[in-house]
Every structure is written in C-alpha cells, then in structure tokens.
C-alpha cells in the first residue's frame, strides 16, 4: 500500500503500474494480485488507511465533535505522501473514476459516523442556511488539505469560530 501511494504521490494514477509497484516493494505480481484486483484498489486503500482515524472523540457538543474531526482530519493530511496522493486522485476523477469512488466509498463510511455521533449530542443541531452536513465536512477537510499544503497549523479558535457559524445549536 505504502508504494503504491508513494508511487500516486510522485506520478498521479496515470503513470502508476502493477509492474512499478511490484517492483519497487520487491513483491511478486501474484502476492499483489492475491490482495487487490487493481491498482486503484491498493491506491483506494492506501488513501482509506490514512484517513482511519477513531470517530469516538470526548465531545460534548457538537461544535467541540466537529473541531476534533478537523484535527484529525489535519493530521491526516499532514502525512507527507497523503496530500499529493489525494491531489492527484481529484485531478484524474474524469479519467480514472474507479479509483476515486472506491476513496470515496469510505468517505461516505466516515459522514454516517459522524451524522450518528452528532445525533447522539444532548444539542440539538441545526443548519445554517444552504448547509448541511455533508458541505461543512467538505469545508473541514478543505482547510485541513490547506493547512498541509502550506503548512500552516490549523488554528483551534479559528476552526471554531467557523464551525460555530456554520452550526448554528
């Protein structure tokens, strides 16, 4: 998985082989071929694996649970190959969409955990107007691929205060 994302890093999905990856990580092309039935499967695992991350944060309100998810978010992206890995994916979802819906397969994983903790809180939430879920999750994970991109921390009490008037509880 680790060549296969280092390799999407460096060339994006176009320029990324089974006969590259094999090589590169010294593995036979049946033991790749043993676990994934493509590339795009190991890539979409690859970029999965570094976004898993436990969904179970001490928050008390929904504001605090959505500042925790974009930090982990953050962290998650701060991982030197994940960035560009994933740039490369949303560059080539046109010509390679296979490997971009099986990423996003997970993503979608990830909201519905977040929806159903954020239901559990003792607020009620409500959205801002045009917003919903799915569009401040997009929004996080923006700042957080933008934060490792220029690297520059996120700032806690700005994050909030963004969360805060995106949600209005």
């Not at 590259?20 to 790749?32: D, K, L, N, T």
């Not at 397969?105 to 879920?133: F, N």
């Amino acid at each position: 998985m680790r060549t296969a994302l280092e390799l999407l890093a460096e060339k994006g999905f176009s320029g990324l082989t089974v006969n590259e990856i094999c090589a590169r990580s010294g593995v036979s092309r049946a033991s790749f071929y043993r676990r994934w039935a493509s590339p795009a499967d190991a890539v979409a695992e690859a970029v999965n694996q570094a976004f898993h991350f436990p969904m179970d944060f001490s928050a008390k309100t929904p504001v605090d649970y959505l500042l925790k998810f974009a930090l982990a978010l953050e962290h998650a992206y701060a991982q030197p190959l994940v960035t560009p890995a994933v740039g490369f994916l949303i560059a080539e979802i046109k010509a390679h969409p296979d490997a971009f819906e099986r990423t996003q397969q997970a993503v979608r994983v990830r909201r519905e955990a977040v929806g159903k903790a954020l239901e559990t809180m003792a607020e009620p939430l409500r959205w801002g107007d045009g917003l919903d879920l799915d569009l401040v999750l997009v929004i996080l994970s923006g700042l957080a691929s933008n934060a490792a991109v220029t690297g520059k921390p996120l700032s806690r009490r700005v994050v909030k205060a963004l969360i805060t008037r995106l949600v209005a509880t």
